[in-house]
T-cell receptor, first 115, second 117 residues
């Protein structure tokens, strides 16, 4: 099976708190690609990061960081010192190598950051 | 500015009518995609095209049709055969469409919200 699971449907935090969004994936392929997208209330999906399966280095971009662990098939996303503008739906997605460009999306996690 | 445009932003349709959603990109991308999003759910692939004059069905193609006559354009028609067309429709594109590069990052347009009255 090829699948992405985002177990957290909704998360609510107060501004400046750190928050981690979980993502667990399943694929038979040894080569695959993982993504995170942000969907603000306007609806457009904004690309955040892409990670290849052969590159397990974690990545930090400003207040955002990603923890990729092949051993647990997880690709978690942490926002440090959250801000109200971070409020959005966040999607984790997977392209298995042989899947010809089809993005497999998780159900999404709605993050609400309160002032 | 380079990007993906979708029009209209909101679309209302009466039952039994066909409607066409527009998607245009000036990123010089070869591959284009249509996704459907229902409330509280992730996106599901309707159709995709890796090259002009060629396209393939995605996971939920029934009741939809597409064409790819130009590299820049990938319109989606929602036909009367689609039983539950009310949804948010997102178009995306990626750089190359050949099988080795189909794992490229997909970039999305702003979406069209279709409501059937």
């Amino acid at each position: 099976a090829q699948k992405v699971t985002q177990a957290q449907t909704e998360i609510s935090v107060v501004e400046k708190e750190d928050v981690t969004l979980d993502c667990v994936y399943e694929t038979r392929d040894t080569t695959y690609y993982l993504f995170w997208y942000k969907q603000p209330p306007s609806g457009e999906l904004v690309f955040l990061i892409r990670r290849n399966s052969f590159d397990e280095q974690n990545e930090i971009s400003g207040r955002y960081s990603w923890n990729f662990q092949k051993s647990t098939s997880s690709f978690n996303f942490t926002i440090t010192a959250s801000q109200v503008v971070d409020s959005a739906v966040y999607f984790c997605a997977l392209i298995p190598h042989r899947n010809t460009g089809k993005l497999i999306f998780g159900q999404g996690t709605t993050l609400q950051v309160k002032p | 500015d380079g990007g993906i445009t979708q029009s209209p932003k909101y679309l209302f349709r009466k039952e039994g009518q066909n409607v066409t959603l527009s998607c245009e990109q000036n990123l010089n991308h070869d591959a284009m995609y249509w996704y459907r999003q229902d409330p509280g759910q992730g996106l599901r692939l309707i159709y995709y095209s890796q090259i002009v004059n060629d396209f393939q069905k995605g996971d939920i193609a029934e009741g939809y049709s597409v064409s790819r006559e130009k590299k820049e354009s990938f319109p989606l028609t929602v036909t009367s055969a689609q039983k539950n067309p009310t949804a948010f429709y997102l178009c995306a594109s990626s750089i190359a469409g050949d099988s080795t590069a189909s794992t490229d990052t997909q970039y999305f347009g702003p979406g069209t919200r279709l409501t059937v009255l």
